[in-house]
């Protein structure tokens, strides 16, 4: 176990070099019991996302490697998610009618999927098809778990991606609040159950809960100082019992302060407060234009000078109220919050439909509300 764990970080240390892919999901829960999922989606690539709404009785059809059918079905439950330009009829996370979510996370240099098999063809399924088969089909995450043995999730590349087989892992929560992670690693399917609601990117998830011992000994609370036997160390600033929760945008640091962010957060009366919170906890994840840069291997006009270019930003940001049935949504260009109240939506007819993104940056006017001020005598 011990050396598993050593190889384990030194491949992590060699991966952080040169890989970003900065997702980060965690979950909140209000004091009237009200579960709200969160997460933010960073990509290098414009994905060009719509909300993307699918209806019961949509069919739908899976892919096998080579270009071969896979599973076919027809959606048991509407849903509602966000999809990318690569398959558009499929999300990249979403919630159902259930209150099931199920998304993906990128996770380079493990994630490695089944291989395929000719007899098993009517069970196979793209890894980037999952989450919307089992938004389409499930409720639970029992059912999630009963379900996942029947399917062969197949090594290929994915759609209009130039061969590039896409290395995800998968975060599965329903409206009770319980999380299931899943993951492929070397062709196997892993599945574990996930009491801090949390999930970034590579390393897999057990590696995270292991790396959680290191940042022991952080606390909410400041520490107020240290008494030595001929003098007082006297803590300056607010904050310090967080002294050395890392800050970087890196998989594990992000796991950690995701985790205890969403930890010890104060908890709030209902739904409506916990969104607004999990977006406040996000924005301590958002990354903008050029705090993540790359190196391509070009150089220019023949000098040995590297080329950099942006990497990662945070494209949106999504809050799934699971108890409420509603999606809250943001956009990098925007700001502004949208929501989409899966109530209001008539599932019965098969199809899909989407809805754009606001991506124009457009704050409102307020000057017109000034008014006098009510000076307050001394």
């Not at 259930?98 to 395929?116: N, R």
């Not at 993540?292 to 000098?303: T, V, W, Y």
Request: with cysteine; proline share 4%; hydrophobic share 40%.
């Amino acid at each position: 176990m011990k050396k598993a764990f050593l190889a384990l970080t030194a491949l992590t240390c060699l991966l952080s070099v040169h890989q970003a892919d900065a997702c980060t999901a965690f979950q909140l829960k209000s004091q009237d019991g009200a579960q709200i999922y969160c997460r933010s989606m960073e990509f290098a690539e414009g994905l060009e996302s719509d909300v993307l709404i699918v209806a019961r009785g949509t069919a739908y059809q899976g892919t096998a490697p080579g270009g071969k059918t896979g599973l076919s079905w027809n959606a048991k439950y509407g849903f509602v998610g966000m999809n990318q330009k690569y398959a558009n009829k499929f999300i990249s996370d979403g919630m159902n009618e259930k209150g099931l979510v199920a998304s993906c996370l990128y996770m380079p240099g493990f994630a490695q999927y089944q291989d395929s098999d000719e007899k098993k063809l009517d069970h196979t399924l793209g890894y980037w098809e999952l989450p919307t088969y089992l938004l389409s089909t499930c409720s639970t995450i029992q059912e999630v778990k009963t379900l996942l043995p029947t399917l062969l999730i197949a090594q290929q590349p994915m759609p209009n991606m130039n061969g590039e087989v896409m290395p995800l892992h998968f975060y599965i929560s329903d409206y009770n609040g319980a999380v299931l992670i899943i993951e492929y690693v070397d062709g196997r399917c892993f599945q574990w159950n996930n009491a801090l609601g949390v999930l970034t990117n590579s390393p897999p998830f057990a590696w995270h809960i292991f790396n959680l011992s290191n940042y022991a000994n952080l606390s909410p609370v400041n520490i107020e100082g240290l008494a030595l036997p001929n003098f007082e160390i006297v803590n300056p600033s607010q904050g310090s019992g967080l002294l050395g929760l890392p800050g970087d945008y890196t998989s594990p640091s992000r796991f950690v302060r995701a985790t205890l962010f969403s930890q010890w957060a104060t908890t709030q009366k209902d739904a409506p407060d916990t969104v607004r919170l999990g977006f406040h906890i996000l924005n301590t994840f958002d990354i903008f234009e050029g705090i993540i840069r790359a190196q391509s291997d070009k150089s220019k006009e023949g000098n040995q000078v590297p080329v950099e270019h942006n990497s990662d930003i945070t494209q949106w940001t999504i809050v799934h109220d699971r108890t409420n049935l509603k999606t809250y949504i943001r956009s990098y260009e925007s700001l502004s919050i949208e929501m989409v109240d899966l109530k209001k939506i008539d599932f019965a007819k098969a199809g899909f439909k989407s809805i754009s993104m606001k991506k124009n940056f457009s704050p409102k006017d307020i000057t017109q509300n000034a008014k006098a001020l009510e000076v307050i005598q001394n």
